[in-house]
């Protein structure tokens, strides 16, 4: 069956929203595992950053094979990864090692399909604005951890936290399935011969120490490593922290903690997409400053409600959900027209690379803060491990500020 270039979008936004069903898993059923694996905060903030230790382990070999073949083959691959790395935490998971070991599996499936997803499109749509398409693919980002926190909290309360692994695990094979049927592979020259990879284009340092001089592309990587370190820490823990609220408040939320996690997640969609849209009016490097202090605010703020309103924690939850996801699709697209084009593979993988560096970085960050400062228990940790993760987008601010990024011109910003 073959496909117009304009439907490539909607077909890759469904595919991510599977591939994505994993992502929130191991959040969901963090306290279950606590409990009974008896792990201290660091270590299930370990767990959590495994899952991005393996996308980092995997994202260099993906994002260079799509210089070499298809995009659409390494998707295929990440896809299985990603099943096999469910599958084992569902069927042979048993303690602190075993899940660090599926954990970072799982990550590298996701790193196999998601900037080669977006390559898919960056290949395939040759009109129009292009950063509205990546705004849209980084935005469905929040559709497929929304899912994922409803689908694994649902499964988890009937069948308990084996079969939300197993279960969920259907979600990559179904992202696999839809892009091997649905997308027709590209016939461009570029891609026929033998595939010889080496270590240097596995890691192409020339090649990133040349994205790392354009001050401009280099702004963009060091905003989006700031941003992934809060985001993935706030996901990885959220469920947690509204557990503790509805204990301490005494008050009955409208959602179980699961539930509300991934509703609150979809204000992510729209927040990034709009984002984008008001960064092409007043300014890519000016929306990211604005987005990030008042993120750190709320990220603050919400760690400092545990005790109030369920109403006002709600609030917060929201507030901060929408300014952390606001300048996502705009560090992405910023990147990928300042990028020069004879690099911008490497770019983007470097971008991938660092920004989910800061995923691995702030859960454990998190954790180990919670143990340092007191423990779950304490409401004043949760306020110090916030911090300690919304703090590097207040220094990334500072520092770019100081040295002009800010005024910078995109002169292929559109």
């Not at 989006?224 to 301490?248: D, K, P």
Request: glycine letters at 10%; one cysteine or more; hydrophobic letters at 55%.
């Amino acid at each position: 069956m073959r496909f117009k270039p304009t439907s490539y979008t909607p077909l890759m936004l469904m595919a991510q929203t599977c591939a994505l069903l994993g992502f929130a898993c191991y959040a969901v059923v963090l306290t279950t595992l606590q409990d009974e694996w008896h792990l201290s905060n660091l270590q299930s903030g370990l767990i959590a950053s495994a899952f991005f230790f393996g996308y980092m382990l995997m994202v260099p070999l993906a994002t260079a094979l799509t210089d070499r073949v298809d995009a659409k083959k390494v998707y295929l691959v990440g896809g299985l990864l990603a099943t096999c790395g469910l599958l084992g935490m569902g069927l042979f998971a048993f303690n602190f090692w075993s899940a660090l070991i599926f954990m970072a599996l799982n990550g590298a499936g996701l790193a196999g399909t998601y900037m080669p997803g977006l390559k898919i499109l960056s290949d395939r749509i040759k009109t129009g604005e292009l950063t509205r398409h990546i705004a849209f693919y980084t935005a469905f980002f929040g559709i497929g951890t929304g899912f994922s926190y409803l689908c694994s909290g649902w499964i988890l309360s009937v069948l308990g936290w084996h079969y939300v692994f197993g279960i969920i695990a259907l979600g990559p094979f179904t992202a696999f399935l839809i892009v091997l049927l649905f997308v027709p592979a590209l016939t461009n020259e570029k891609w026929h011969g033998p595939i010889r990879i080496r270590l240097h284009d596995i890691f192409p340092v020339d090649k990133w120490r040349l994205v790392l001089q354009d001050k401009t592309a280099s702004g963009f990587i060091f905003g989006y490593t700031a941003h992934s370190m809060e985001l993935f820490a706030s996901r990885s823990w959220i469920v947690a922290f509204f557990g503790l609220c509805a204990i301490i408040s005494g008050e009955p939320f409208l959602l179980t903690a699961t539930s509300l996690a991934g509703v609150i997640n979809f204000f992510g969609v729209p927040s990034s997409i709009i984002g984008n849209e008001i960064a092409l009016r007043i300014g890519r490097q000016k929306w990211i400053c604005i987005v990030m202090l008042s993120s750190a605010a709320f990220g603050v703020a919400l760690a400092s409600s545990t005790g109030q309103s369920w109403w006002l924690i709600i609030a917060l939850a929201i507030g901060h959900t929408i300014f952390i996801m606001a300048d996502s699709a705009t560090l992405t697209a910023g990147l990928v027209i300042s990028a020069q084009e004879n690099i911008k593979g490497a770019a983007m993988g470097l971008h991938s690379l660092m920004g989910f560096g800061g995923g691995l970085l702030g859960p454990a960050i998190f954790g180990f803060v919670l143990d340092l400062t007191g423990s779950r228990a304490s409401q004043v940790s949760w306020v110090w491990a916030y911090s300690a993760v919304v703090v590097w987008g207040v220094l990334f601010v500072l520092y770019e500020r100081r040295n002009g990024w800010v005024t910078k011109p995109l002169s292929r910003n559109r």
